[in-house]
């Protein structure tokens, strides 16, 4: 029987997560939807065909136990992650920054983590980020080390805990924040993709990894007047989760095409 692609979602028991779920269920994948609220997730696992997994990206345990029953039901591995999770909270406090970043910088980069030995032969990472994220938001100096092309995971984390001590202490401006922990998360997740690439590039599976921006959506973040639909800003994303295997790594895409950032 040829080998049905499995793919993993993350944040998927509603908006662009589902619908990445349904574009990747009607082209045959094999889709194991996780949620953080279990009965949504499982209903919108029910009604479009897909496994349904509990993972709640802020919290360690539970991503620790995502990775042990994928491996437990799908000991051959996955083909395609999606880490989509993320919140856009109202406010801007410490609590705001820190809930942020842990949500939309840190579940992606520990969701990855856990994964990265599950992922197969051309496996295709998706880090769902945001034009939001924009590095010119940022003081000089932030966006040089942001830049730096020796950047390390630990010094992109010390970053984004940076942020938020900068935030805690009511010095974030004068330090070369903007007032936007969704921008600052969205910086870090774009930032981790390009460094994840670099860092996997002697990889033998020959992994892609990429961030995408699936333009403005709506969906409950993006609202009832974003410009496009659910369906378009989705397929943004399923475009990086079905690259060829001579497709790009390490980049940041919008509708299939290198964005700004
Ligand atoms: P949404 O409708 O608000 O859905 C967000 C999803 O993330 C929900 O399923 C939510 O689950 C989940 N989530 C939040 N925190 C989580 C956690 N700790 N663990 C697991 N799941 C968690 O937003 P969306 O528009 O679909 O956004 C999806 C992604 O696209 C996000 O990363 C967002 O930043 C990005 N994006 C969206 C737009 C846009 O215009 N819509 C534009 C650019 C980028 P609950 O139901 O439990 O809250």
């Known amino acids: 029987m040829p080998h049905r692609p499995l793919a993993l979602v993350t944040g998927a028991n509603r908006g662009l997560g589902r619908e990445v779920c349904r574009q990747l269920l009607a082209r045959g994948y094999f889709v194991v939807l996780t949620a953080r609220d279990e009965a949504s997730g499982r209903a919108a696992a029910g009604a479009l ?12 345990g539970s991503v620790t136990a995502l990775a042990a029953a994928l491996r437990d039901r799908h000991p051959d591995g996955l083909d395609v992650l999606v880490c989509n999770a993320g919140v856009a909270m109202d406010g801007f406090d410490e609590h705001v920054a820190r809930t942020t970043v842990d949500i939309n910088f840190f579940g992606a980069a520990r969701t990855v983590d856990a994964l990265l030995p599950q992922l197969r032969d051309g496996g295709r990472v998706v880090l769902v980020s945001s034009g939001v994220g924009d590095r010119n938001r ?19 984390a010390g970053l984004m805990n940076q942020f938020v001590a900068d ?23 774009t930032a981790l993709a390009h460094l994840l690439a670099r860092d996997l590039a002697g990889d033998p599976r020959h992994l892609r990894i990429n961030a995408v921006c699936p ?10 007047h974003a410009e496009r639909s659910a369906e378009a800003g989705a397929a943004s994303i399923v475009w990086a989760a079905t690259l060829p295997a001579d497709g790009p790594t390490g980049g940041f895409f919008r509708d299939g095409e290198p964005a700004a950032w």
Do not use: C, N, Q
Request: charged share 20%; proline share 8%.
């Open 167 to 189: 935030v805690r202490a009511g010095r974030h401006t004068a330090a070369g924040w903007p007032t936007s922990a969704y921008a600052v998360s969205k910086i870090g997740v």
């Open 215 to 224: 333009g403005w959506a709506r969906t409950d973040m993006g609202g009832p």
């Open 138 to 156: 940022l003081s000089a100096a932030l966006r040089a080390a942001v830049d730096a092309p020796d950047l390390s995971r630990e010094r992109l």
């Open 49 to 60: 065909g897909a496994e349904f997994l509990p993972l709640d990206v802020a919290d360690p």
